[in-house]
């Protein structure tokens, strides 16, 4: 049961790799695609330090999960009506913690990944043709899994902007837990309660900067 959460909670985040030519696949199935490929290759060459320095994992996460992400438009979405209420530097500061959330959430749950198989079924356009949902049905110790992706293309590539298992969103699970937060405490009061809480889980400090001995680089040796 435990490899099986933490394989849910990591597919919540980004798909993984499926079995299939990348020929058949779509601009944005390849983007996840090439992201699981270099994962794939991280869990196998590099498991003992995935299991021995929890840092790593944390810069792994950041590096190769984080960028095929649309904070921006993740972060309206889940603050929701009170988006369009907070000052630029709320925004800044929410973006910040909520990322930093997102790295720990995926961090914890990378090291009980075990095995899988994904199937993709057929995507559905959104209103525009930069907005598709990538939908897909994933098999691990468990009966399979419909994990989809909804995905945009805001000029800088196709990112995941909302991932729904078994139909349910993690965009309105965030939204109705901020915003339960936000109405009791305020938007200081939500930050001050992701910041504290960020704090006393971090193993690393994580932030928009690279610096040497990157793990996407250590993957493509």
Request: without cysteine.
């Given at each position: 049961m435990k490899k099986v959460t933490g394989l849910i909670a990591f597919l919540s985040f980004l798909a993984l790799l499926p079995f299939a030519q990348a020929s058949s696949l779509t601009e944005p199935q390849l983007v996840i695609e090439n992201t699981s490929n270099q994962?794939?290759?991280?869990?196998?060459?590099?498991?003992?330090?995935?299991e021995?320095?929890?840092?790593?994992?944390?810069?792994?996460?950041?590096?190769?999960?984080?960028?095929?992400?649309?904070?921006?438009?993740?972060?309206?979405?889940?603050?929701?009506?009170?988006?369009?209420?907070?000052?630029?530097?709320?925004?800044?500061?929410?973006?910040?913690?909520?990322?930093?959330m997102l790295v720990r959430t995926?961090?914890?749950?990378?090291?009980?990944?075990?095995?899988?198989?994904?199937?993709?079924?057929?995507?559905?356009?959104?209103?525009?043709?930069?907005?598709?949902?990538?939908?897909?049905?994933?098999?691990?110790?468990?009966?399979?899994?419909?994990?989809d992706y909804r995905m945009r293309d805001g000029g800088q590539g196709w990112k995941v902007y909302d991932v729904k298992i078994e139909g349910m969103s993690l965009v309105t699970n965030y939204r109705s837990s901020f915003n339960r937060l936000i109405r009791t405490s305020?938007?200081?009061?939500?930050?001050?309660?992701?910041?504290?809480?960020?704090?006393?889980?971090?193993v690393s400090p994580i932030d928009d900067s690279t610096g040497d001995g990157k793990v996407s680089q250590v993957a493509s040796n």
């Open positions: 994962i794939k290759l991280i869990l196998k060459r590099d498991r003992h330090l995935l021995s320095d929890p840092s790593y994992v944390y810069k792994m996460v950041d590096e190769v999960l984080i960028p095929n992400v649309d904070l921006d438009r993740v972060s309206s979405l889940v603050l929701g009506r009170f988006w369009k209420k907070t000052t630029d530097d709320q925004k800044k500061s929410f973006k910040y913690e909520f990322k930093r995926y961090a914890t749950a990378f090291n009980e990944l075990d095995d899988w198989n994904m199937t993709y079924l057929a995507s559905r356009q959104g209103k525009t043709t930069d907005d598709i949902l990538v939908r897909t049905k994933v098999t691990g110790d468990g009966p399979p899994v419909a994990v305020g938007m200081d009061g939500l930050l001050t309660h992701l910041r504290e809480n960020n704090d006393q889980k971090a």
